[in-house]
């Protein structure tokens, strides 16, 4: 199920210049905020709980998930070089989840690692709100992963169909519309931070069972319809 060769070939694609500038972006612009924060006004629980949601989950996890899950494998189908992966005696499944697992690594690494520690520098892990927004991002990099892998696979257009969902939807419908929040990767992992946070700073908008359970069903869901289209795309290059 995973393919070293394959997994290479995309951390390469993924950590060149241009797109190595862009993953570092966002977590160094995260960790000049919450510095400056905390110089300015001090520890303060209720500002991490902001910073934390209304930047790092809302904004950076997603912006980073769409850079590595669309470059996963989205530029090796614009450009034509998938052609020579599939012609290789690989599994496509095995193609997709090692795409998968590298594009959850690295969002994983640029993301929810830099989100923990964006929490101990604002707050010293007050009523544990760096661990659970950690852990909140590293479960939300796993749907958008797979979400964005997918768009990679099904639209030539990955990157600006993924920014409208990560601006347009996760970052302001998702956390407006009433019934649209329900409907949203950050409500659900913010459903994981709840669990783990103590006091009730954080607040979600679907319980943690349903959280859970939507968080795997979008990541299965999408890995294999992903999986399914990357099939028919070979069956279209053979003909």
């Given at each position: 199920?995973y393919?070293?060769?394959?997994?290479?070939?995309?951390?390469?694609?993924?950590?060149?210049?241009?797109r190595?500038l862009l993953?570092?972006?966002?977590?160094?612009?995260?960790?000049?905020i919450?510095a400056?924060v905390?110089?300015?006004?001090?520890a303060?629980?209720?500002?991490t709980?902001?910073?934390?949601?209304?930047?790092a989950?809302?904004?950076?996890?997603?912006l980073?998930?769409?850079i590595a899950?669309t470059g996963a494998?989205?530029p090796?189908?614009?450009?034509?070089?998938?052609?020579?992966?599939?012609?290789?005696?690989?599994r496509r499944r095995?193609?997709?989840?090692t795409k998968l697992?590298v594009?959850i690594g690295v969002?994983v690494?640029f993301?929810?690692?830099?989100t923990?520690?964006a929490g101990?520098v604002?707050n010293a892990?007050g009523?544990?709100?760096?661990?659970?927004?950690a852990i909140a991002?590293?479960?939300a990099?796993i749907?958008?992963?797979a979400?964005f892998?997918?768009?990679?696979v099904?639209t030539r257009?990955a990157v600006v169909?993924?920014?409208v969902?990560?601006l347009?939807?996760e970052?302001?419908?998702?956390n407006v519309?009433?019934?649209?929040?329900?409907?949203?990767?950050?409500?659900?992992?913010?459903?994981?931070a709840q669990?783990?946070?103590?006091?009730?700073?954080?607040?979600?908008?679907?319980?943690?069972?349903?959280g859970v359970?939507?968080?795997?069903l979008?990541?299965?869901?999408?890995?294999w319809?992903?999986?399914?289209?990357l099939?028919?795309?070979k069956?279209?290059?053979d003909?």
């Amino acid at each position: 199920m995973y393919h070293p060769t394959v997994a290479r070939l995309t951390y390469g694609a993924l950590l060149g210049r241009r797109r190595a500038l862009l993953l570092f972006a966002l977590p160094l612009l995260l960790l000049v905020i919450v510095a400056a924060v905390r110089l300015l006004a001090g520890a303060d629980d209720s500002t991490t709980d902001d910073l934390l949601q209304g930047f790092a989950l809302s904004a950076m996890v997603p912006l980073v998930g769409v850079i590595a899950g669309t470059g996963a494998i989205g530029p090796e189908i614009d450009d034509g070089a998938i052609v020579y992966l599939l012609a290789k005696p690989i599994r496509r499944r095995t193609i997709i989840l090692t795409k998968l697992l590298v594009a959850i690594g690295v969002t994983v690494a640029f993301s929810a690692v830099p989100t923990l520690i964006a929490g101990y520098v604002l707050n010293a892990n007050g009523q544990n709100l760096a661990v659970a927004y950690a852990i909140a991002a590293a479960v939300a990099c796993i749907a958008y992963a797979a979400i964005f892998l997918l768009l990679g696979v099904v639209t030539r257009h990955a990157v600006v169909v993924g920014l409208v969902y990560a601006l347009v939807w996760e970052g302001v419908v998702g956390n407006v519309v009433p019934g649209a929040r329900t409907l949203s990767v950050q409500q659900w992992s913010l459903a994981v931070a709840q669990k783990i946070a103590h006091g009730d700073l954080v607040d979600s908008a679907v319980s943690l069972n349903v959280g859970v359970v939507a968080l795997v069903l979008v990541t299965v869901a999408a890995t294999w319809f992903a999986a399914r289209k990357l099939s028919t795309l070979k069956l279209a290059v053979d003909e």
